[in-house]
């Protein structure tokens, strides 16, 4: 029986095992203390759809071996100017949603393929360089939202010049996803054209690992000495892997922001890697290995974790900012269980 548990434990993993014990405990809590279940599930159902395709962006990056992708600001950022271009040009509805994301591919594809480049130079410090490359991006475009030829009277600030640093999108692509087939059931809603875009994109993504090319790159990602013995070129894979983690990126936020209501300018993009790279580690995913079924778990647990506790932290304690730092907690927690588990690299 112990070793049947320990099997158990081994196969599913110790921290995925805690959290979920603990995100039904805060389910049975928040129904003890009165809050609306139907109203949480879809809440939390909209955040699973919002969040999804930002942690879909790892699984090519840690497939194609460069590991968690800390720099996901560089997906987003071309996912945001993507946005801004299309309302800039008028398009409305779905037009305006469909042409942001057709505006911001070859942004992220060209951002993306010079980004693995980066990589292919420093394999081995993947992780750290990411980090500051994402940072570096986010500093470079609080620079370029000043000094960007935008006139739009909605994105432009009154006086001066420069974006805002909040963008609605209420009377352009705002909620189109969301509303698409979405239909109400007491205080629950489904988005249901959110959550397929999601499911659609981790059927494309599974399909993509599945060709010759994605088993190419995961073997690539998987022993690089093996792959360069068998014919595989190992640099082209991780280029190819960077670039589809970034595009991903760009799609992604772009889905985010519809559901949310708004684009968030300068600093906004600068820790949204990180919630990502949590998500899929809390899926059952480590540095070197990710599936889809790692993204869905781990989005579904990490945000249904932080949309029940948070609620149910402020309403046990009232004094202070408790439930930010619950988020904090668990999600830099996580992360930093995940790394100690990587060993070092040649």
Aim: charged share 10%.
């Amino acid at each position: 029986m112990t070793d049947s548990i320990r099997d158990i434990t081994r196969k599913i993993g110790l921290p995925r095992i805690i959290i979920s014990l603990f995100f039904i405990f805060l389910l049975i809590l928040a129904v003890g203390i009165g809050m609306p279940f139907d109203a949480l599930l879809g809440d939390i159902i909209r955040r699973f759809g919002m969040f999804g395709i930002l942690v879909l962006a790892m699984v090519p990056a840690i497939q194609s071996g460069i590991g968690p992708n800390f720099a996901l600001p560089l997906g987003i950022l071309c996912g945001i100017l993507g946005g801004i271009v299309s309302i800039e040009l008028g398009l409305l509805g779905a037009q305006g949603f469909w042409g942001a994301i057709l505006i911001s591919l070859p942004f992220a594809v060209l951002v993306g393929v010079g980004y693995g480049m980066l990589l292919n130079r420093i394999k081995g410090s993947e992780l750290v360089v990411a980090s500051y490359t994402g940072f570096s991006a986010v500093a470079f475009m609080c620079i370029m939202w000043v000094v960007l030829p935008f006139k739009h009277n909605e994105m432009v600030w009154p006086i001066g010049r420069g974006l805002r640093v909040t963008i609605s999108l209420e009377s352009t692509f705002g909620y189109i996803l969301n509303n698409f087939g979405g239909f109400h059931i007491g205080n629950f809603y489904m988005p249901t054209g959110l959550v397929l875009f999601f499911f659609v994109l981790c059927l494309v993504v599974w399909l993509f690992t599945r060709s010759k090319i994605g088993i190419a790159m995961k073997a690539a990602g998987d022993n690089p000495k093996f792959a360069i013995a068998s014919g595989i070129d190992v640099d082209k894979c991780r280029i190819l892997g960077t670039t589809l983690s970034t595009v991903l990126g760009a799609v992604g936020i772009i889905a985010y922001a519809q559901s949310y209501g708004f684009f968030q300018l300068y600093m906004a993009p600068l820790m949204m890697a990180f919630p990502a790279v949590a998500a899929v580690l809390i899926g059952g995913a480590t540095a070197k290995k990710a599936k889809i079924s790692h993204v869905i778990i781990g989005v579904f647990l990490f945000q249904g974790l932080l949309t029940i506790a948070l609620p149910v932290a402020n309403q046990i304690i009232k004094v202070g900012n408790l439930s930010e730092v619950l988020r904090m907690i668990v999600q830099n927690g996580i992360i930093l269980y995940a790394l100690t588990k990587v060993g070092g690299g040649e």
